[in-house]
């Protein structure tokens, strides 16, 4: 501030910490952003800043209040107040304000001294206005005074109650809504937790209305009639649980003219698009909606009734086409437990519901849909003017498909017609198929490229996806234990050569890792594999050398919950096979997460960037890298015995005898250091006492939930980000780290034993980020650190440490500077 000071021409400032802020310094402040910043309130005598035009309080979470002699800034044009929850009302006679043109946010209060609505009647506002607790508004003439229908500049308006009020005894939040009636161009309309179980009839007359939204209105039961907008867009309906239908008692035929975007969501008594009174015309009811969500209504049975047969004619070749939406795009239904068909009245023969240009669908959780839509009619006329009827598909433009927990789908809805002519899914590149247990095929899709097939459930074989995967680029695949060594020879007679795939997922994949000759064989064709995951395989027990040896490609490779791996090779035991060094020589990233077995890793290659270990052995004491291990074994140090006979199939008691508890990262012998890691992290490894012999070239440093870590060593001279959390008995980093001229970003949480960090003459010169919570031991930062404080672009302290003596303060307790 003592800088700041120095410069009182000042004319725009943004600070993250309010608690800087002093107003006498800056007379000339013409913007002020005190956005997303930890001030609970603005100092009072803020009022003194007659020239200020912009206050950009946005974001701000933990305001409370505003200064009350507000009033007073009277050049202010701009006060930006949304997403401030714990602001409670706004100070008195905020109407004085006269050349304020935005206001974001209006707060009705109920203490004495505080704004009403009434406050806005002469102010000129413009943009977005919400307006805000109007449970607290008396009187439904207050807020016809605030004259919002004469605010010609509004585009944007929301009108929110808290939620736990709508049963308070004043209510009269019909009356409320009446009186807050915008002009006729308001562009957006949101509506929160009104009490109301209808809403006036100025609603049908906002012809300018792009977006409306309706949220969280537990009495509404009927809607104003919105298919008469004649430019509505966006179209967001949530938590109405009294509402059942979505249009009633119309007397013309309804069609949403411009609507693009519908979402329906958490509507328990949703269960018809319109009621008996309503009237549908020839056209479509949505002729251009391209986005559809619908999640949680319960009681929905199906879409909307289809259009009458549309023919369309392309290249001499006519296309009859039923649909709802011709112009969908993006489709997501979720949580519809009573789905089960595509049209609210049964399809016509020959006449499947066809969705033209759909090209994502994602279907969740609908345990009653049986079958996907099954198609249309293609109409084709041959030489001397006779027609031909085939089956056409239901998703001609369909590129993603999911579909997750559908417990009765069974078929993929495809017309049934001339072989040749069944293409169900002639465009799709991706499709997702989790707990479906009874689709035991693929559909026909000539271009699949990424398809994953996941569940306990799941009855679909290797086997049956066996004819996609030579052309895919990514397999998910959750291999069943029902496989035989009959599918891998099936399977091998179809692939004989290198397949194109880069990415792999596969989980349960016993098969995959048994002795089999096919087993390799089938390894052979993935030569071309960048990332590779394998999840809960209890075959893989020893590190498969065998296996990477073929897998030249791989970059990225992935294991998680293989339980009984050990990481040892089979053809010595114990150790790493000599003269493996060439085993996945393009490796770059490693990740082994919940290994419970795991001792070794083997030979890994000096490509390697990124190496991450979480919840693996808690029986392992050490990781050491490099070769030192060798050295410290040969002198008996830090070895402890562990009996892993029991997770090593065949290991004799000698063999347990000799196991110790330190695990060994070993790269090839010319590569000691791993040149080129520069990402470690090592996470939930309870019984981890020691990180040894770190290699310089690291980077990025993670340690997360080691609670019995005491050591880290080695010389991280070019150490960039490190954080450390959970480590409750490290004691100091000054062994593990060099200069840090170049550690950008400290964080150190919950670390109780830590009570010194390192210090140096270039130490924390890049440093831009520095977090230190719940280090009770760290009582003094260093100099060096302490220096730079003042230049963090972030900065959480959450300690209590002492000082310089030759500050003021020998001792402050500092809480969340952000």
Known sequence: MKILSKYNSIRALKIKRGSFLRPKYLHHLRYLDLSKSDIEALPEDISILYHLQ???????????????????????????????????????????????????????????????VRELQNLDLGGRLELRQLENVARADVVEAAGLGNKKKLTELELVWTNNDQQAQNNNHKEVVQGLKPHDGLKALRIYSCGSSTFPSWMNMLNGMVEFTLSSCQKLEKLPALWQLPVLEILHLE????????????????????????????????????????????????????????????????????????????????TKCRSAFPALRKMILGSLNMFDRWEAVEESLGEGVTFPRLEELHISFCESLSALSKGSLLVKQSFGGAETVCPRSAFPALRKLRLYDLSALE??????????????????????????????????????????????????????????????????????????????????????????????????????????????????????????????????????????????????????????????????????????????????????????????????????????????????????????????????????????????????????????????????????????????????????????????????????????LQSLSGQLGDIQKLTIHSCSLLESLDSCLGELRSLEELELYDCKSLVSLPDGPQAYSSLRVLRIMLCDGVKSLPPSLQSRLGWLEQEVLVARYEEPKTRKCAMRSLACLK
């Open 239 to 318: 938590a109405l649980p009294s509402l059942h239908c979505l249009c009633s008692g119309g007397t013309t035929p309804i069609t949403f003219q411009k609507l693009k975007v519908l979402t329906l969501f958490s509507m328990e008594k949703f269960e018809a698009w319109w009621d008996t009174d309503a009237i549908q015309g020839e056209e479509p009811i949505f002729p251009k909606v391209e986005e559809l969500q619908i999640r949680q209504c319960g009681g929905l049975i199906a879409l909307p009734k289809a259009a009458p047969v549309i023919t369309e004619s392309s290249g001499g070749v006519d």
């Open 411 to 708: 078929s993929w809805g495809a017309a049934e017609g001339t072989p040749g002519e069944e293409v169900t899914f002639p465009l799709l590149e991706k499709l997702d198929i989790v707990e479906c247990p009874k689709l035991t095929d693929l559909p026909e899709a000539p271009k699949l490229s990424e398809l994953g097939i996941e569940g306990h459930d799941q009855r679909m074989s290797l086997q049956a996806a066996s004819r996609y995967i030579p052309s895919l680029s990514m397999l998910c695949l959750d291999v069943s234990p029902d496989e035989a060594e009959t599918t891998l020879l099936h399977v091998k007679q179809k692939w004989n050569h290198e397949l194109p795939m880069a990415t792999m997922r596969l989980r349960w994949c016993d098969l995959l890792f048994s002795s089999h000759s096919n087993a390799l064989a089938l390894w052979a064709c993935f030569a071309r594999l960048i990332d590779l995951s394998i999840w809960d395989c209890d075959a893989l027990v020893y590190w498969p050398e065998n296996v990477f040896q073929v897998l030249v490609s791989l970059r990225k490779l992935s294991i998680w919950g293989c339980s009984k791996l050990t990481g040892r090779t089979q053809a010595s035991g114990e150790q790493s096979a000599p003269g493996r060094d060439g085993l996945l020589p393009h490796l770059e990233v490693l990740r082994i997460k919940d290994c419970a077995s795991l001792v070794e890793v083997p030979n890994l290659p000096a490509s390697l960037k990124g190496l991450h270990i979480g919840s693996c052995n808690d029986n392992i004491k050490s990781i050491v890298f490099g070769l030192q291990e060798d050295t410290r074994l040969a002198r008996g140090e830090g070895v402890v015995q562990l009996d892993t006979s029991s997770s090593i199939p065949g290991s004799s008691s000698r063999e347990a005898t000799t196991s110790t508890a330190v695990l060994k990262l070993s790269s090839a012998a010319n590569h000691r250091f791993f040149p080129c890691l520069e990402s470690l992290s090592i996470g939930f490894c309870d019984g981890l006492s020691e990180v040894a012999n770190l290699p310089p070239s690291i980077k990025t440093l993670d340690i997360n939930s080691c609670d019995n």
């Open 54 to 116: 912009t206050l950009n309080l946005s974001d701000c979470r933990d305001l409370q209040r505003l200064p009350k002699e507000l009033k007073y800034l009277t050049s202010l044009r701009h006060l930006y107040t949304h997403k401030c929850p714990k602001l409670k009302s706004m100070p008195a006679e905020l109407g004085h304000l006269t050349s304020l043109q935005t206001l974001t946010c209006f707060v009705v209060g109920t203490d004495t001294g505080c704004s009403n």
